[in-house]
């Protein structure tokens, strides 16, 4: 991507940002490693959300030393600075809605050590997952948060957003393995905190807040982190249910059993449907899937799969079969990340948004919150596949919304209120893995109520410029449709691309 | 305990908090749950620690709601306040250096729900450890984090302290298990943080910042965790090694395999020797031993336990034995449980006690750490013995001192100076599993050197007035010999017992 920086040309965006700010850039990382070209930064105004706001400038920083000095002339002139990793966020967390610098760190993508008799590694923030997982891999070892963009995201990111995928339920989310991280906080001050050793109670958990605070507390340099013993045998079961409350109630009984399977992954009818007409896979139609993953010693997943299938039946499936072939388990997981190109290609006129997609509820409450969306969807004209990680409650819908009709765009609106109201009402989350940015805030400010006040005086002692990824999360004010990447909005947005960038407290 | 408050008896230590103050405390729990008596007060000035400062009050919550009210009259008043649980604590996390109100949360102690099908429970903050492991065993479950004192400990000490024990290298410790927690901040607010839902990404991590603050930043007053399935069958191999070096590297050989134990526990020679005086229990006489378990599946732990006797005998065990027979097992547990009975008894003019006792390095240095304590040991002429968990490089010492000597205390405060200070040069932490409060104040602030800054902003932040458990962790000033429950120092102390308590900035 980076030959879009045309190096060499002209610095031809350079009415929002001061020149000497630029300068200053320059003199930090060099031009080659930096770019205000209108083309760069219009690219660099996007993530995976719904969210488009241009930049003011990028930077590819090299080391925590590049980072502290950026972050340092950011706090003495005020400009806002967002970290960014492969840009895989679901809800705006790149992108810059108060404009200013983009720190790109894919740069800083070493694995520095993986100490196996130690079970810790040291990590560059841009190291990508599935990298990692690859080098675990070769010693036996995995780091098995699974999220589902695992191929391209970046360690760092999954620390600011703590990320996490269909294993949690056995295996923990990312807050789970970070041991200890390296931190550029707001000052510029580089700081460590955590440890190498896998446990420590030595001051405050520093590592454990920084965690999933989304690049709005200082800037991941380095992470250490644990890893876990690759299981050495995994297999599946697929059931298929004519009710989603069967299916849900099958979730529960395997857990109460007790039994802890490595993943449950569940469909709706809308997503099994997608998936047929799309793919051609020949799922079983039926109004609800469960793949339920065990994994561990050869043997004792044997007996557990002959369990699952038990409680499968015993709970209502209309068909089962099990699976310890990895190509059939293959094929299924296929299926399974075929949803959303699935649901994107559902019809020429759709696109498929992530809007309300990422909901957590207690297990037990799966089937009545599948049951709600579905009326709310109904309801209101718009069209939700939900599926997810019902092992741990998870939920994914992908919204299909006509890109260039305004009143698709408010009935989705409307619709996502009305989603995360039952998913509150059922003790649930707004986020139990994507986190919160932009897309999510006012849902997680009803969520938080109590807390916020504690949130923001955090965020104040830490970063009293308010120039860390600014204007998110609790600081968020406006709707979710905010600068939206597609045309229907274009001729309201009140900031042009590339437009004049918003110093954080009216002075530059 | 409690009947040591002499219901009805007249409020006698009223010396140095305002007569205003109780009535008020009174007021709000009523005379039945709160003491101001001089034998009452002076109980509460101990945990498990070396020091003792007598508190002003003690008073006992029963919700939240009065906890809410005692804090906002400290907050309104500036009276410190220390949230205290079983008392085991051993750096002096309960002892109350600036005097105040003790808030004994024994009382909040109902385990509100077990969710065995949402794999979430809710307890107050007074609930035993093992009381609650009793419980979720009824349905297979358990809270694995075992701590040493898990007969006594409650759930919001474990909270406060991050506290772990010798299975953290395969469950982690409690701030893995925490899910959400209610908190009643320094201002009297309750808040809620965390959610009943496995994963979350809603907001910053308040949860896990709370874990580990040691009751320096609000009061918990409800805590939700999750727990995990109850191995089916676990097996123990016990191998002695000629060398510490040798045991050392057959810990680091075990997880290099890969190959992940539920525990491996160390005893140097000291341990042994005194273990079998004091108990006549037998074990191998050698310079170190490793106790090896392994769990889960029964065929998995056979399979695992060749695996590990393997293992050992190629790292130079000198004899090794297995077993997965209970009884068996039993006898090794209280083996290594008697370390700490046994070094107590070690000579008649010696006390054990808690200095340099919870440090952790990465595994694979834990025979030059084990080394370097005994180098430390002979050069001062202190007794120190080694154990811990090696499998998570958390190593305990006990150091005996004769506690009538001031000479010994001194000896002692400098070997712990240079233990601590191989500690960090070996990559690791002052603290693994106890916390820091006073004994290890000076040493946390040598290793968290650089984000002490952050530490006392975000305190600042949360706890303007600093009432809650003033003067701990990065506030502490002076030696780790400071307010000793031994008499070697009684007539240097600066205050009384039951002297006047100091307000936290100089007014009250």
């Not at 760069?40 to 590049?66: C, K, M, N, W």
């Not at 989603?244 to 059993?257: H, M, P, Y």
Request: hydrophobic share 40%; with cysteine; proline share 6%.
């Amino acid at each position: 991507m980076w030959e879009l920086f045309y190096p060499g040309g002209t610095l031809d965006c350079l009415v929002p940002m001061r020149r000497t700010v630029v300068a200053e850039l320059e003199k930090i990382v060099g031009k080659e490693r930096m770019s205000t070209k209108t083309a760069d930064l219009y690219v660099y105004g996007f993530d995976a959300s719904i969210h488009h706001v241009t930049p003011d400038a990028v930077v590819r920083p090299a080391s925590a030393q590049e980072v502290s000095e950026i972050v340092k002339l950011a706090n003495r002139t005020k400009t806002p600075i967002v970290p960014r990793g492969a840009g895989t966020a679901m809800c705006g967390h790149t992108v810059p809605v108060k404009g200013g610098i983009i720190l790109d760190m894919t740069l800083m993508n070493k694995i520095r050590k993986i100490s196996v008799e130690d079970l810790y590694c040291v990590v560059e923030p841009g190291v990508i997952y599935d990298k990692l997982n690859a080098e675990l891999g070769k010693k036996g070892f995995w780091f098995p948060a699974t999220p589902g963009s695992g191929e391209a995201c970046t360690i760092g990111g999954m620390v600011a957003t703590n990320a996490s995928g269909m294993r949690a339920i056995k295996y923990g989310a990312t807050r789970d393995y970070v041991l200890g991280l390296e931190v550029v906080l707001p000052t510029g001050e580089i700081i460590h905190t955590g440890t190498r050793t896998l446990k420590n109670s030595s001051g405050y958990q520093l590592d454990r807040l920084m965690v999933g605070s989304e690049g709005t507390l200082g800037v991941i340099t380095e992470v250490t982190m644990r890893y876990t013993v690759k299981p050495k045998a995994s297999g599946m079961t697929v059931a298929a249910f004519n009710s989603l409350k069967d299916a849900g109630q099958c979730v529960s009984n395997i857990i109460a059993k007790p039994l802890l399977p490595s993943a449950i992954e569940l469909m709706d009818s809308v997503c099994i449907k997608a998936v047929n007409k799309c793919m051609n896979i020949g799922l079983p139609d039926c109004e609800a899937l469960c793949m339920i993953e065990v994994d561990g010693h050869p043997l004792a997943v044997d007996e557990e799969m002959v369990t699952v299938e038990e409680i499968c039946r015993q709970s209502g499936a209309v068909s089962t079969e099990k699976s310890r072939d990895k190509k059939r388990i293959d094929e299924w997981t296929f299926a399974r990340k075929a949803i959303m190109p699935s649901l994107s290609r559902y019809g020429e006129k759709f696109v498929s948004v992530a809007l309300a997609d990422d909901m957590s509820v207690p297990i037990s409450k799966i089937p009545e919150a599948v049951v709600a969306f579905q009326n709310i969807a109904k309801k209101h004209g718009v069209i939700i596949g939900t599926y997810g990680h019902s092992a741990d409650g998870n939920l994914h819908t992908k919204m299909l919304v006509e890109p260039y009709s305004k009143e698709s765009w408010r009935a989705g609106e409307k619709a996502v209120g009305e989603i995360y109201d039952v998913v509150l009402g059922l003790g649930g989350t707004v986020t139990g893995e994507h986190g919160v940015s932009i897309t999510k805030a006012p849902y997680m400010k009803k969520e938080r109520a109590d807390s916020l006040g504690a949130m923001k005086a955090i965020k104040k002692a830490l970063d009293p410029k308010n120039i860390m990824n600014p204007g998110k999360m609790f600081d968020w004010e406006g709707s979710i449709l905010y600068e939206l990447r597609y045309p229907a909005f274009q001729e309201d947005k009140c900031a042009p691309p590339c437009g004049p960038s918003q110093p954080c407290d009216g002075e530059q």
